[in-house]
């Protein structure tokens, strides 16, 4: 059998995926309205909670009626994924998709329904499963993780590939060596217990994979509501949900999850949503220092799309990308860039502090990044109620598409570039969108040109 780690950029096409542009200036367009008019549109919470539970009982009382009667609560579960999964992605898709307005009420809903009590452990669960051999297999090569998924030190999450999903893995890439393929293990479990309840209201999931490049927290997962239901990091769709064992729960997914690549890869590989940002890295020389991990750890990239520079308008990117407004690109770009602290949408990782690892709560969440510019800081503030999350920076540029989970941070796609606040009488003013002749942007930037800015 044959295990292999897919190359970072072959899977990333599928891995990491953005709406076309005729998205994203509907986005822009939309976030711009008043978050009252938005909220005047979504269903009450009572509704959400009632629609779901309703769909997500059906589904429960599939499977209780069958593993009350099997001898394998994991392979009776994927025998009925199809019934059970498309009536689960049908409501997923009306009730959360549209407006992403999960309610932390919902996390109550696993209590509604009594299950039979669990009695093997999850790695049980796998090993004697007909549709996770491969996965078993793999797991068994490795005895301290077999170990730790019978063990009792935690209740865990494991998203659990079935035996089809290793088949999409291309033949012709390099044999992994042992320790990738225990990276790529380890980024299927997580030590902090998630039935699927909580993964509706959950944007990321920490997992069992550490690396030095993130922070002081672990690589993190990311869960998505969109046209293929409920997936994993965008691509790995969740074909079987609570599978409870003695010391945690599984769920199947039918792609195999990849360990992600650095943000600078992701950005290059997109040139359709992100070419612009590409090239300005490149010209102003960042690129290397972005993403070379010896000199930072974590961090979050601000990632404006190519549309976002277009409403720039011609003039200032066309000055910005020539030779005499390079230095002032480099700043901007610079303004763009917070090394050593990665902000997801649920977490945040300090690169030193224990004591700043931080789960964002449910309200407005307010912090201050430092970006790579001297002494220049992104105002962020997280509204975050169940899975509904909205993020702005500086009180005007929207995040589009949140947490492009990296190996080395993350990268939030924002709707508008980010452009340093004029001072004016000890008060900074932020731009907010507004019409910008290329000498006001020149007069923003001018400060920072030429300055000892923060170096990676």
Request: net charge negative; aromatic share 10%.
């Amino acid at each position: 059998m044959k295990f292999t780690y897919i190359l970072p950029l072959a899977a990333l096409s599928t891995a990491f995926v953005l709406p076309e542009e005729h998205v994203f200036n509907q986005i822009a367009l939309e976030s711009h309205k008043s978050v009252d008019s938005a909220w005047d549109k979504l269903p009450s919470e009572h509704q959400i909670v009632d629609k779901f539970e309703e769909s997500l009982g059906k589904v429960e009382k599939t499977f209780d009626k069958i593993t009350k009667c099997s001898k394998h609560a994991l392979d009776t579960a994927i025998d009925y994924a199809a019934e059970a999964g498309n009536d689960v992605s049908k409501k997923v898709h009306q009730t959360g998709f549209a407006a992403s307005s999960w309610v932390d009420s919902a996390v109550n809903i696993e209590d509604h329904h009594h299950h039979e009590k669990p009695n093997q452990t999850v790695y049980q669960l796998i090993s004697s499963s007909k549709y996770t051999t491969k996965l078993a297999a793999a797991i068994n090569e490795y005895p301290d993780l077999v170990v730790l998924l019978n063990g009792t030190l935690a209740n865990y999450t494991v998203f659990a590939p079935i035996d089809s999903a290793f088949e999409k893995i291309p033949e012709d890439v390099p044999e992994p060596s042992e320790e990738e393929i225990k990276r790529f293990l380890l980024y299927h479990i997580s030590p902090e217990y998630y039935p699927a309840a909580k993964v509706l209201v959950t944007h990321t999931v920490p997992t069992a994979l550490t690396v030095d490049t993130v922070g002081i927290g672990p690589q993190r997962l990311s869960t998505n509501i969109g046209l293929k239901g409920l997936t994993v990091n965008f691509y790995s769709r969740i074909i079987a949900v609570d599978i409870f064992g003695t010391n945690g729960v599984i769920h199947g997914i039918d792609s195999v999850l990849v360990p992600p690549p650095n943000a600078v890869d992701i950005i290059t590989f997109l040139p359709g949503e992100f070419s612009t940002l590409e090239l300005g890295l490149t010209k102003t020389g960042l690129l290397p220092a972005l993403n070379d991990t010896s000199n930072h750890v974590g961090g979050t990239v601000f990632a404006p799309s190519n549309f976002a520079f277009q409403k720039l308008g011609p003039a200032n990117v066309g000055f910005l990308f020539s030779s005499h407004g390079l230095k002032y690109l480099k700043a901007l770009l610079e303004y763009h860039v917070v090394a050593n602290q990665t902000l997801y949408s649920d977490a945040y990782y300090a690169a030193e502090s224990v004591d700043e690892k931080i789960d964002i709560p449910k309200g407005i969440f307010h912090i201050d990044l430092p970006t790579l510019l001297e002494d220049k800081s992104l105002a962020v503030d997280v509204y975050r109620y169940g899975r509904y999350i909205r993020i702005r920076v500086n009180a005007f540029s929207t995040v589009t598409i949140e947490d492009g989970i990296a190996a080395d941070g993350v990268i939030q796609v924002i709707s508008d570039v980010l452009i340093p606040p004029k001072r004016i009488d000890r008060m900074e003013l932020h731009w907010q969108g507004e019409e910008l002749s290329v000498e006001e942007l020149k007069e923003r930037l001018e400060p920072y040109v030429d300055n000892k800015n923060v170096e990676l």
